[in-house]
């Protein structure tokens, strides 16, 4: 290639790049805003929520700083002005590496987001994340959500009374529904619970919403004996019989 083919080529190359850049920035924005309204509407999909959100974080640092390195490459090509012929060929093997590099890995990003099972995956990681133990024989889902469901109603009731000591939770709380995390926090804060079973329960809250949004429903004897302990736990800080 001559001069005026090289500097149109990589000129142009640095702008499609860029344009791609600011497309996939602006469809990010609008994916986080839309992860947030879900876990806003459902509060068991904000740990999911949470996990989508830093995944698609860890690709767009990595797309941003292969496309700042490929316009870079670029624009060395386009100014390089040592007419060294093996070193201007080094710059654009290297830009032309970039280039194909950042594609690669917008279009892997795109699918990714695109992927109408991505809540679903999501879910059974959180799930596996926070198993007690996978590989011990099947308990009872039965038991398990009994469990919760009163540790639950137990949150609701004592966190949320202890929200309204503050008007700006109570004003929250009569937008929407207060999240179990939050409640738990909001426990731990008025020194009910411990450090140790506010882990726990925040353990347990988000094992529940990784099963039930997940498409295994596996839980263990261990699981079931980790939510009975929980509640008793509960139960036993804030007096209840």
Known sequence: MNENQVLYLFSSASQVIAAIYGLIITGYIFLRNELDRKADKDDSFEEIVELLKSEYFGSIINISVTTIFGISACFLVIVDEIQNNFI??????????????????????????????????????????????????????????????????????????????????FQYQNRRKIAKTKLVYILFNEEKITSSLKDNLIKLITLRNGLIHGTNLFVSTNDVLFSQIVLEDLKSALGIL
Not at 100 to 109: A, K, N, P, Q
Not at 115 to 140: V, Y
Request: glycine share 2%; proline share 1%; charged share 20%.
């Open 88 to 169: 201007l060929t080094i710059l654009i093997n290297i830009s032309v590496a970039t280039i194909i590099t950042v594609l690669l890995l917008v279009i892997f990003f795109v699918i990714k987001i695109l992927n109408p099972n991505s809540l679903k995956i999501a879910s059974n990681r959180l799930r596996n994340f926070t198993a007690n133990d996978s590989s011990n024989e099947r308990g009872s889902l039965e038991n398990f959500l009994t469990s919760y469901n009163e540790i639950e109603y137990i949150l609701e009731k004592y966190g949320t009374a202890f929200s309204k000591n503050d008007n700006s939770d």
